[in-house]
């Protein structure tokens, strides 16, 4: 029986799932990329329990060393990390959302109870959540892998699928289109057959378009850009009713940041340059008229020395400058990456800092959202946010292929301040957050599968944030998993 408790941040009376699942243990051959053919039999239903707030477990009474946080970093790209020991957390903040379908509980004037072995409980349903505006991001791998991380997908009850298009993997030589290419044509027709809606991350691009080989950048010329994605929807073509296969490109992915922008200046100015040949390409390329264009997720990041990264809440303020509300632009929504850090998605910057990763708000996912809301309200645009990344990274559960823990991403500490449970609980209250704010469109959750047992090995930042474990684990399923698996949806 594994126990969920609330995130700190969510209230006084805080939620806790009692998973009764099964070991739903890998079966089959591994594929290619190394992920287990998982079983698709649907466990049995999760029962849900409410835990109040004073019912801390004893294993947390123990201070966590308090450490300095540093300035803040690079927003995860496609981030992931460990959970190791969890920390003492600090006291609730109260999100106040702009919503009426959610009201926050006052704190009690009285002080808690002393944590207890015990707890009373009593049933608490699960909110019901749009499955429309819910997806997650898979890692293909071979077509065996593929059809077992659909089926997965399908059991989790969301809508939209993301995949990442490396144009780098893609056209390797300018006008040759490697077997990648083709193979990533089949995945999108048939996650479209299975009712998925796609999304398409277009990044990256090869070394002969380029003017350095340093890490990832863009195109010397953005028409190289517009020549491959008009190659693509050529090749990925329309169904019966002339639309695309695809419901949704995004344009690059965090160019805010040197490693995926090296090359060329770091600055919003330089993007639309980008996104302008993008967008036209799309548009007039075939099924083009029915696709939702979005600009790049940024990387949350408080550093802006215009060399490692530019803050990205003036990034986004240069997009504007140079034509992002231009209303040309149809059918247009803004991309975003609210990471957390280790910070519930209630929480709020900056009442509680000093315990690490919490004194900037760029650190905080709710911060985050309403930040980019009131820089486009300054600038008078009114679309939605499309939320194309976000996550909570714990490497609790994943093994070594002896048997032991795997120990977590260096570099990253804030991946061991929180476990499987917390994870857990994190994604499904963004989920609902989001699912509140009426300027937040579909939001897509990093990541299903980046979790391979090579990966896992490496310390592969990308793994902790992955909802399965990875394949030398006894049950592959994650609580994430199980939780969304079993919440209601419509």
Same mark, same amino acid.
């Given at each position: ?25 890998? /079966? ?49 790209? %496609?981030? *992931? ?29 009285? $002080? ?6 015990? $707890? /009373?409980i009593s049933p608490t349903p699960l909110p019901t959540y749009r499955a429309d505006m819910m997806g997650i991001q898979i890692d293909p791998g071979s077509q065996e892998g593929y059809d077992i991380m659909l089926s997965l997908a399908e059991r989790l009850g969301v809508e939209w699928i993301k995949l ?24 999108? !027709? ?27 950048? $863009? ?27 695809? /419901? ?55 550093? @802006? ?19 992002? @509300? ?26 509680? /800092? ?13 911060? @985050? ?7 486009? !309200? ?22 070594? $292929? ?13 991946? *061991?301040? %929180? ?15 989001? !699912? ?55």
């Amino acid at each position: 029986m594994l126990l969920i408790k609330r995130g700190w941040a969510l209230s006084p009376l805080l939620l806790v799932f009692v998973l009764l699942l099964s070991a739903c243990g890998a /079966s089959g051959s591994e594929s290619e990329t190394g992920t287990s053919a998982i079983s698709t039999d649907v466990p049995p239903p999760l029962q849900v329990v409410a835990y109040d707030a004073a019912d801390q477990r004893a294993d947390q009474d123990e201070e966590r060393a308090r450490q300095v946080s540093p300035t803040p970093g690079f927003g995860p790209i %496609i981030t *992931a990390g460990p959970a190791t020991p969890t920390p003492d957390v600090p006291p609730a903040t109260e999100a106040v959302l702009p919503t009426s379908t959610w009201t926050p509980v006052p704190p009690s004037p009285q $002080p808690p109870a002393a944590p207890t072995n015990t $707890p /009373s409980i009593s049933p608490t349903p699960l909110p019901t959540y749009r499955a429309d505006m819910m997806g997650i991001q898979i890692d293909p791998g071979s077509q065996e892998g593929y059809d077992i991380m659909l089926s997965l997908a399908e059991r989790l009850g969301v809508e939209w699928i993301k995949l990442q298009f490396r144009w780098d993997q893609m056209e390797p030589q300018q006008g040759v289109f490697s077997p990648t290419f083709y193979s990533y044509r089949l995945f999108v !027709q048939q996650a479209h057959q299975k009712g998925f809606k796609v999304i398409a991350s277009v990044a990256k691009a090869p070394a002969w378009a380029r003017n350095s080989a340093d890490e990832d950048g $863009p195109p010397r010329d953005p028409q190289l850009l517009a020549n491959f994605l008009t190659a693509l929807l050529s090749e990925v073509r329309v169904d019966l009713y002339g639309n695309s296969y695809f /419901s949704a490109i995004e344009v690059w992915n965090e160019p805010n940041l040197r490693r995926e922008w090296n090359g060329a200046p770091i600055n919003g100015g330089e993007y639309m340059r980008l996104f302008d040949a993008a967008y036209n390409a799309i548009r007039n390329g075939e099924g083009g008229h029915s696709i939702v264009i979005i600009t790049a997720g940024l990387a949350p990041t408080g550093i @802006n020395d215009g060399v490692q990264a530019v803050d990205d809440r003036v990034y986004l303020q240069q997009m504007y400058d140079a034509g992002l @509300n231009n209303p040309a632009y149809q059918n247009v929504v803004l991309g975003a990456h609210p990471y957390g850090a280790w910070n519930p998605p209630d929480a709020r910057c900056c009442l509680n /800092s000093g315990q690490g990763f919490d004194d900037n708000r760029t650190w905080f996912f709710l911060d @985050n959202l309403e930040d980019y809301h009131a820089i486009m !309200q300054q600038n008078g645009d009114s679309r939605l946010i499309w939320v194309t990344e976000f996550g909570w990274g714990t490497y609790e559960g994943f093994v070594l $292929p002896g048997g032991d823990p795997a120990p977590p991403p260096p570099g990253v500490p804030y991946f *061991a301040y %929180i476990d499987e449970t917390q994870q857990a609980n994190y994604i499904m209250r963004a989920f609902e957050i989001g !699912q509140n704010l009426p300027y937040v469109g579909p939001m897509i959750l990093w990541n299903l599968n980046f979790s391979n047992t090579d990966y896992v090995v490496q310390m592969d930042e990308r793994s902790a944030y992955a909802i399965l474990r990875n394949d030398q684990a006894t049950d592959p399923l994650r609580p994430a998993f199980q939780l969304l698996e079993a919440a209601p949806k419509q």
